[in-house]
């Protein structure tokens, strides 16, 4: 069954008085609380993204013995609105040999790729625009927007290292999509299910009873997805679409002011979907440790788990660009091709054999006894 | 009302952009309102409470087909071919005069209006079907139909998939100079 | 407004534009967009013939294959034309005239 937040919403008793107001029509009401959230999901996701840009200085000057930004504002917290205003005052340069109407194009296909994933992030049991059946798929099926996105961005700004960023971003996002979405598998395979809802129910609160620590293939499958999606969104040590030693900065070279911006910002908010979704199947999402009863309150709880997890993982990624050198191009082929992929399809069908084997019972279960 | 309003979207989406793709002399303008037209379609799977088709749609098609297509038109050199001499449609004009698209037209017509009449009868003996707009989850049962009954479909295009990746790689693998 | 006539009236129009596209067009590239056409055509029949008509999901079934076929045949198809753009240097449909060099 589909749920929405609006189905979720219905079984309280303030629906029926914000249903008075609205004289009955179901429709309408519907219509605005999708709104409403949806304008409140982008501009939380959008705060984020921008704070990301700061925390990922903010990091880096910490891991390299530096200070970073502490100018404007506090701490130099206002630094992502100065970067904005800036941003957004930059003359809009477009190419004169440009193909016009995709060098347009571009930057909103990538935003839009990132931000109809947004649908589907579980930030707490009822705060999940549309909690689909086939969720993963769906999340996994509209991001591969992002690479149309990248390709026409290098494609369109008619100049070499822009071609060059975007060929090689594509070719990475679409072989990258294997591994991933096999390893994604093995997580329907263990749930019983495609929707955020059915696979995190399966989960629960503590460690031992999240897929990561379900058996030792799950445990790998984390591994495989979490590589293979820091690859998908084009971040270091994968950089290469935007590797500026050799190409610039890839396919957004010729892009100025806010169309950059565009593209930076579905980047950051792409990091930020691809650490929820890890959360989400691997880390036990929303589950409050102990508790597995469902009130109104607790979603508050719920989402401040969600985002800590997701946070959390968003330290390592900014984390791990900052550690590590750049592949190489082969490296980065052969990396996909020879081991994540080969490595995917074996805990897929590890998982699978597990799930006939032990009934489906993870390590813990059979060491705890069976107790869920 | 929102359904409505997604089909008619879709069906616009789709319409609208198939066309583009025929008039575009770009080419990497076609593969582009090719990728608009076929989310429209998708946007028709929707409609039709077909959840696991729509979202295969757009996985195969937006993450694979048509940045196949962008590579191919890049790799190629991204000319069209486009005859000088066109008609009003934008069509080249040996595709015919006015005579042959009159003919055509009348041929159409007639085949149109005794298709209609033949259909006519067989879609009133259809089994009259109840249309709710209630969308069950279709993702359970086309497993179950995948693995019992259309599972030698299943086996055979996976070994068509199979022949497919390594018929693809072998032909257009870089040619030896010699 | 939405019934089966609705859908089948765009899926011929669907048909008929990707047919027009594989005549009118000379680039091995555009003659496979219209294939594409064409192929979803038929797709989107099946899906409002199994919503409309059957009680089962057969439809769905065989439009999910000719998506797996749409895609394979993309694949390979599109190695060709990289091959046939090696040799010939155009992909030209009328210089596709011999069978071997």
């Known amino acids: 069954m589909n749920q929405t937040v609006v189905s979720y919403l219905s079984q309280y008793e303030f629906y029926d008085v914000l249903l008075k107001l609205f004289g009955g029509n179901q429709g309408l009401l519907a219509l605005t609380i999708y709104l409403l959230l949806g304008v409140a999901i982008i501009g939380m996701c959008a705060t984020i993204g921008g704070l990301g840009t700061y925390a990922e200085r903010k990091i880096s000057a910490d891991l390299q013995a530096r200070i970073g930004p502490n100018r404007v504002g506090p701490y130099g917290l206002l630094q992502m609105l100065a970067d904005g205003v800036k941003m957004m005052t930059k003359e809009d340069i477009m190419p004169f040999t440009a193909d016009k109407m995709l060098f347009y194009l571009a930057p909103l296909l990538c935003l839009t790729g990132v931000f109809a994933t947004l649908a589907v992030v579980p930030f707490s049991s009822g705060f999940i625009m549309a909690d689909m059946n086939v969720g993963i798929f769906y999340l996994v099926a509209i991001s591969s927007l992002v690479g149309v996105g990248v390709f026409l961005g290098g494609y369109a700004s008619n100049s070499k290292w822009s071609m060059l960023g975007g060929m090689r971003g594509a070719s990475q996002i679409i072989s990258y999509e294997i591994p991933v979405t096999i390893s994604l598998l093995a997580i329907t395979l263990l749930a019983g299910g495609m929707g955020f809802g059915t696979i995190i129910g399966r989960q629960g609160g503590l460690p031992h009873q999240w897929f990561m620590f379900h058996n030792p293939f799950a445990f790998l499958a984390t591994f495989v997805y979490f590589i293979g999606a820091l690859a998908e969104t084009n971040r270091a040590p994968f950089d290469l679409p935007e590797a500026e030693s050799e190409l610039v900065s890839g396919y957004h070279t010729e892009y100025t002011g806010m169309r950059f911006g565009f593209f930076a910002l579905a980047e950051y908010i792409e990091v930020f979907v691809v650490c929820g979704v890890a959360a989400a199947l691997f880390l036990g999402g929303y589950q409050i440790p102990g508790i597995s009863i469902d009130i109104l309150p607790l979603q508050a709880v719920q989402f401040v788990i969600f985002m800590t997890k997701t946070l959390m993982l968003y330290y390592v990624v900014i984390w791990i660009r900052w550690t590590l050198p750049r592949l190489r191009v082969d490296q980065l082929m052969s990396v996909c091709w020879k081991y994540l992929t080969p490595m995917a399809i074996l805990n897929l069908v590890g998982c699978a054999i597990w799930m006939v084997a032990f009934d489906g019972q993870s390590i813990a279960e059979m060491i705890l006894g069976g107790q869920h | 009302m929102f359904l409505q309003f997604l089909f008619i979207s879709s069906a616009f989406l789709t319409i609208a952009s198939a066309v583009a793709v025929l008039l575009t002399k770009n080419i990497m303008h076609s593969c582009v309102f090719l990728l608009a037209s076929l989310i429209g379609v998708a946007g028709l799977y929707a409609t039709l409470g077909a959840d696991f088709v729509a979202v295969t749609q757009i996985m195969v098609y937006m993450g694979g087909v048509v940045i196949l297509m962008l590579f191919a038109v890049m790799l190629t050199g991204g000319k069209d071919f486009i005859s000088r001499a066109q008609n009003l449609l934008g069509l080249p004009a040996s595709m015919g005069n006015r005579w042959t698209y009159g003919i055509g037209l009348i041929v159409g017509l007639v085949f149109l209006l005794t298709n209609i009449k033949l259909l006519m009868g067989i879609t009133k003996s259809l089994p009259v079907k109840t249309i709710t707009n209630e969308f069950p989850s279709t993702v359970n049962e086309i497993g179950h139909l995948l693995i019992k009954e259309h599972v030698l479909a299943f086996e055979i295009s996976s070994v068509l998939l199979l022949g497919a990746l390594v018929g693809a790689a072998i032909i257009a693998r870089p040619r030896k100079q010699n | ?101």
Not at chain 3, 21 to 34: D, E, F, H, T
């Open chain 3, 1 to 101: 407004m939405m019934s089966l006539a609705s859908y089948l009236i765009i899926s011929l129009i669907l048909f008929v534009v990707g047919l027009v596209v594989m005549i009118s067009r000379k680039n091995i590239v555009a003659i496979l967009l219209g294939i594409e056409l064409i192929l979803n055509a038929a797709a989107l029949n099946f899906v409002a013939y199994s919503r409309y008509v059957t009680n089962n999901l057969d439809g769905h079934i065989f439009s999910l294959f000719i998506i797996v076929v749409a895609a394979a045949e993309a694949a390979v198809g599109l190695a060709i034309v990289i091959r046939f753009f090696q040799i010939k240097e155009t992909i030209h449909i009328d210089e596709a005239t011999q069978l071997r060099n």
